[in-house]
């Protein structure tokens, strides 16, 4: 099966032809095998990476040498748009995965050449905001159940290709955890209980969704 390119992905619906041509030109196809690096908070910033297929996973490294998962990324998004000269954050393959890689320069050149590209750029940019600060409202407010039900909800609604209910998970539990700013523990007994209540179903890659909208803090008559 061919692999869809990113420039495919992120712009052929917003970009004219000859933009989209422009775009094309400026990638180069790279892939990573599973858990290899890709970008690394802190080193100079001299290449945006759009992905093309499978996940990646955004995390920044903590004073205590825990990593906070910020976001999980899937084809069609940028791994980050670097503010300065350096990478703000880091990121991950989620098994064997294929991104465009661009210089930097470049890219943002041609976006402020583009008025379509800028307005790609903001909406990229506005849907990242958005996200962001519907998990901080979750993680200030919601018990574990609701924070883990919200996710697997959120997810499936991202994924390309859906099932009614099955929602495939390709990152770790442990990722999970550490997104969702819960011990590995705590998540794993989170999982349980959502299942003992019938609001899902756990199998060896992901979960069956039977009734993630029930109100979590009542019990199953």
């Not at 775009?23 to 970008?39: H, Y």
Request: proline share 4%.
């Amino acid at each position: 099966m061919a692999i869809a390119s990113f420039p495919d992905l992120f712009g052929k619906n917003a970009l004219n032809s000859r933009e989209l041509r422009k775009l094309q030109r400026l990638a180069m196809s790279v892939r990573f095998r599973s858990g290899q690096n890709i970008v690394r908070e802190g080193e100079t910033a001299n290449e945006v990476y759009g992905l093309s297929q499978g996940a990646v996973r955004v995390y920044k490294k903590l004073a205590d040498g825990r990593h906070h998962v910020l976001r999980f990324v899937l084809p069609g998004d940028f791994l980050e748009l670097p503010r300065g000269k350096r990478h703000c954050l880091s990121a991950d393959a989620i098994g064997a995965a294929s991104a465009s890689r661009f210089a930097r320069s470049e890219l943002f050149e041609f976006v402020q050449a583009s008025r379509n590209m800028t307005q790609l750029i903001m909406d990229f940019a506005a849907e990242q905001l958005k996200r962001s600060q519907d998990q901080m409202l979750l993680l200030g407010r919601g018990t574990p159940e609701e924070q883990l039900a919200e996710f697997l909800a959120s997810w499936r609604k991202r994924l390309p290709r859906r099932t009614d209910r099955f929602v495939s998970l390709p990152m770790s539990r442990r990722d999970i955890a550490a997104h969702l700013g819960m011990a590995p523990e705590t998540l794993s007994r989170t999982f349980a209980k959502l299942e003992q209540k019938e609001i899902i179903h756990v199998e060896p890659d992901g979960v069956e969704l039977l009734d993630v909208r029930r109100n979590l803090s009542s019990p199953k008559s």
